[in-house]
């Protein structure tokens, strides 16, 4: 097989793959314990980000300040993104809102806010996985599919966090499942693009890697740590932090047994 149709192969395969493993963990929780794993998914989301997005990307950038700065500025950009949506739910019915018994009193879903966010970032972030990949079987067929592995290593437990954010931000579990397998098309997007110009698309992979750390960041911090607050007894607060904890052990071991490919 040509190295072009081992790219195909492979961002399909896996995007598929990792969505898939992510839904039959997430997928299978009782809605009732969904606000419960959102503790898991902040751990996931912070550890993806200080853990394997930002060294990679202080890695390949020029210059540290520029990424700093675009960092900064994708914070603000979801910043501005949630107010579009705050605004838009304040004049019309928003789609796909979870019925109240469903979740904690504690934790009501927040109008599909936090999932949609996070998505943006995914796509973006399965997009450079998508280049990623093409670039490894550019240079060679075997690294391109150790590659591969360890992409949709790393991409299971961040998809699980996403799949706990939509169903937290009121999605179905169809609809949270069709938006992440769409999602999951920016990875052959990425792959097709990095085969035909794979040189030009490489320079942008320190900024778009800030973009994605910007909208993890921004959902862990601003969206879902201020409903883990709302829990302050001490018995909620430590079931909290083993699970960040957790989340964040998870990112780190798959990291260590990939080599840190991503």
């Known amino acids: 097989m040509t190295p072009f149709g081992w790219i195909v192969a ?3 395969l896996g995007g598929v793959l990792s969505v898939a493993a992510a839904a039959a963990v997430a997928l299978r929780a009782d809605p009732s ?17 200080f853990l394997e997005i930002l060294p990679h990307a202080f890695e390949s950038v020029t210059s540290s300040r520029s990424l700093g700065a675009t960092i900064l500025a ?29 979740l ?8 599909g806010r936090s999932g949609m966010m996070i998505m943006v970032g995914d796509t ?36 699980v966090g996403d799949f706990v954010i939509l169903l937290h931000s009121g999605y179905s579990q169809r609809q949270a499942l069709v938006v992440n397998l769409v999602s999951s ?19 942008w992979i320190p900024s778009l890697l800030g973009f994605v750390a ?9 969206d879902l740590i201020p409903g883990l607050h709302r829990r302050p007894e001490l018995r909620a607060t430590a079931q909290q932090v083993l699970l960040i904890g ?12 990939t080599g840190h490919a991503h």
């Open 124 to 159: 973006v972030h399965n997009f450079v996985d998508g280049v990623l990949i093409a670039a490894a079987f550019l240079a060679d067929v075997q690294l391109g599919i150790v590659t591969a592995l360890a992409i949709i290593a790393h991409e299971i437990p961040s998809e």
């Open 33 to 49: 314990r969904v606000p419960m794993l959102i503790s898991y998914a902040v751990g996931a989301l912070l550890g993806a980000v």
């Open 74 to 102: 994708g914070i603000l950009v979801f910043f501005l993104l949630e107010k579009l949506v705050l605004w838009r739910h304040q004049h019309a019915p928003q789609w796909g809102e979870t019925p109240r018994s469903e």
């Open 185 to 203: 098309l920016a990875m052959l997007a990425g792959g097709l693009l990095g085969y035909a110009m794979l040189l030009a698309v490489q320079g």
């Open 10 to 12: 492979a961002c399909l």
């Open 104 to 111: 904690e009193h504690t934790h009501e879903h927040d109008h």
């Open 214 to 222: 910007a909208s993890m960041i921004y959902v862990a911090v601003a």
């Open 246 to 257: 957790l989340g964040i052990a998870t990112i780190y071991v798959v990291g260590a047994l």
